[in-house]
């Protein structure tokens, strides 16, 4: 398994999560600029504030500042209704679909 491309926003333990819970993403009629993407993985904490979790996978050649901004801006108005939101972005889906909390909290890789 390759990482290339792989940035992570600090992350808590799994332990910490529920599952079964899914995102509801919201409706708009001019989505802001930025790459497409795909949720592989998902899932809300149990304690503290509410925050969603997401592992996504965009394009390799989208790794660059001003993709980035964007894709930040688009995945705001997505889920519009999230307080918190906590991203891990990838690229390649079926890494984003496989990928947990346990290991992206490794110190090794972060």
Same mark, same amino acid.
């Given at each position: 398994?390759?990482?290339? =491309?792989?940035?992570?926003?600090? +992350?808590?333990?799994?332990?910490?999560?529920?599952? =079964?819970?899914?995102?509801?993403?919201?409706?708009?009629?001019?989505?802001?600029?930025?790459?497409?993407?795909?949720? =592989?993985?998902?899932?809300?904490?149990?304690? =503290?504030?509410?925050?969603?979790?997401?592992?996504?996978?965009?394009?390799?050649?989208?790794?660059?500042?001003?993709?980035?901004?964007?894709?930040?801006?688009? +995945?705001?108005?997505?889920?519009?209704?999230?307080?918190?939101?906590?991203?891990?972005?990838?690229?390649?889906?079926?890494?984003?679909?496989?990928?947990?909390?346990?290991?992206?909290?490794?110190?090794?890789?972060?």
């Amino acid at each position: 398994m390759s990482f290339h =491309g792989f940035f992570a926003l600090p +992350l808590v333990a799994a332990a910490f999560l529920t599952s =079964g819970q899914k995102p509801i993403k919201c409706k708009h009629e001019n989505p802001q600029a930025g790459p497409s993407y795909r949720v =592989g993985w998902h899932d809300y904490n149990v304690e =503290g504030p509410k925050t969603l979790f997401l592992a996504i996978s965009i394009r390799a050649r989208s790794f660059s500042k001003d993709e980035m901004i964007g894709l930040a801006h688009r +995945l705001k108005q997505d889920f519009c209704n999230e307080q918190r939101l906590n991203v891990a972005i990838l690229d390649n889906y079926k890494a984003a679909s496989v990928v947990s909390l346990n290991f992206l909290y490794s110190d090794s890789i972060i």
